[in-house]
């Protein structure tokens, strides 16, 4: 039988034509398949950013002060227990490590910050109606440091990683308060100041903008815990006594620029 130049030619280029068109699509699936960003390994960085702080006095008042239940409601419920609010910058450093599983990285940070958070309120001349004693009450606070240390869970989308974070936080407060009498020689205060141990919660959300540098936002809510010192009159009414508690509870937001090594 014969064959023509057709019949033996055909096949040949059907079959070019399908092994060209497999290696393009292959080339461009190779292509368009985005890869796993990197996030394995050591870190440090640089953060700032901004504050706000909600310290929460609470004044008792005992002792000889039962003698004068007018006087110590007054200052107790309308002037000693009053909230102040204070708003600052914060900036320090970080450290940490990840730990790359597929999507999921885990990871330890510790960081730094110094906080310019503080306030202080003055009553100002108060008289009590029943007894016409007049006084006044001051209230200070300062937190000047913030450390923390926790893991970290993100997932990661490429160069994004979101995430959450959660652990120990350590702070300072710096504490103070004093009552006044105008109308007689009595004078009743004290300060204090300490390191509390605390917690902390948080999110934030990274970009990898090269394979060793990043940026990221992050939010985190610090409660630091309780405070407390106790108060005597000066002499001769050292029986008039009391006690000065307070709680700090921070929300910081903060940008911050990272190198992995």
């Known amino acids: 039988m014969a064959l023509t130049v057709s019949t033996l030619v055909g096949p040949v280029y059907?079959?070019?034509?399908?092994?060209?068109?497999?290696?393009?699509?292959?080339?461009?699936?190779?292509?368009?398949?985005?890869?796993l960003y990197n996030w394995t390994g050591f870190y440090v960085g640089a953060q700032g950013g901004f504050s706000?702080?909600?310290?929460?006095p609470d004044l008792t008042l005992d002792g000889d002060w039962s003698t004068?239940?007018?006087?110590?409601?007054?200052i107790e419920t309308a002037h000693g227990t009053r909230s102040l609010i204070a708003r600052g910058g914060n900036a320090g450093g970080l450290l940490g490590y990840n730990y790359q599983m597929n999507h999921w990285v885990f990871g330890l940070e510790a960081d730094g910050s110094y906080l310019w958070l503080r306030n202080s309120r003055d009553t100002g001349i108060f008289t009590v109606p029943t007894t016409t004693d007049t006084f006044s009450v001051r209230t200070s606070f300062k937190t000047h440091y913030l450390a923390t240390v926790g893991p970290r869970v993100g997932y990661a989308f490429g160069r994004f990683l979101p995430y959450v974070t959660g652990g120990l936080a350590l702070?300072?407060?710096?504490?103070?308060?004093?009552?006044?009498?105008?109308?007689?020689a009595f004078q009743e205060g004290g300060s204090h100041s300490r390191t509390n141990a605390g917690w902390m919660v948080g999110a934030g959300l990274q970009y990898g903008i090269t394979d060793h540098w990043s940026v990221r936002a992050q939010y985190q809510h610090v409660d630091l815990g309780n405070e407390d010192f106790n108060t005597r009159g000066t002499a001769p009414n050292q029986s008039f006594t009391g006690t000065s508690k307070a709680s700090l509870m921070e929300h910081n937001a903060t940008i911050a620029l990272m190198y992995k090594f």
């Open 14 to 35: 059907a079959g070019s034509d399908y092994s060209i068109d497999k290696n393009i699509k292959n080339v461009v699936s190779a292509e368009t398949t985005p890869s």
């Open 52 to 56: 706000y702080g909600r310290f929460d």
């Open 68 to 74: 004068l239940p007018a006087d110590r409601t007054a």
């Open 171 to 184: 702070g300072d407060l710096d504490f103070a308060q004093e009552i006044d009498q105008h109308n007689a």
